[in-house]
């Protein structure tokens, strides 16, 4: 068989790839495609048909906190291997950390296998990643809010130990909050610890 007659094989054999994943992120609810699924069944094809997919080019970039890939990935026929096809591909990951290239990848190698086999899913996985990230952009701000101290109403903020440390805010308003029960900046956790000593 050439290429295309195997390519053709294969949608004969896999119609569609019914939704197996189920993911909950806050309100958000969705039923996705797992990659591991993807690519068990998608594996089994390939031997059977003497196939082979590789990546052979791949161009990341970051911006804030998506990553985007492009991939260049090649299906290559077993039996003849001076034949094969090079099939681009392309995902975007969201992460504020530094899992946001490997979502890309995984996304370009899943969209890779349902455009070239023509499979439908029904899945629409930007919805999904952009309502994560503004949860996480909401947390992150939530995060920067300063904490107040009970006694003076102003913020707590980081200060130094004797020792030259830094001592961070939250940590401030932690340890105060068990020693005085209450959260306090630095100078009124001073004029607390007077207190205690008379
Ligand atoms: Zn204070």
């Not at 985007?68 to 290559?76: I, N, S, T």
């Not at 996985?125 to 920067?144: F, R, T």
Request: proline share 3%.
């Amino acid at each position: 068989m050439n290429i295309y007659e195997k390519i053709t094989a294969i949608m004969q054999d896999v119609q569609y790839l019914a939704k197996d994943d189920k993911v909950s992120f806050g309100t958000t609810n969705y039923k996705a495609l797992s990659e591991e699924k993807v690519t068990s069944i998608m594996r089994a094809e390939l031997l059977k048909y003497g196939l082979v997919v590789f990546p052979i080019e791949q161009v990341a970039n970051r911006t804030g906190s998506i990553t985007h890939v492009d991939v260049k990935y090649r299906l290559l026929n077993v039996e003849q291997p001076d034949e094969f096809i090079d099939i681009v591909s392309c995902g975007d990951g969201a992460d504020t950390q530094d899992k946001g290239s490997g979502k890309a990848m995984t996304y370009a190698y899943k969209y890779m296998w349902l455009r070239t086999f023509a499979l439908p899913t029904g899945e629409d996985p930007d919805k999904i990643s952009s309502a994560e990230l503004d949860d996480k952009a909401a947390k992150a701000k939530k995060e920067e809010e300063p904490v107040l101290c009970e006694e003076c109403g102003k913020p707590i903020k980081d200060a130094k130990n004797n020792s030259g440390e830094v001592w961070k805010a939250k940590d401030i308003a932690v340890y105060t909050a068990l020693k005085f029960k209450r959260k306090l900046c630095i100078k009124c956790m001073n004029a607390a610890q007077k207190n205690d000593a008379i």
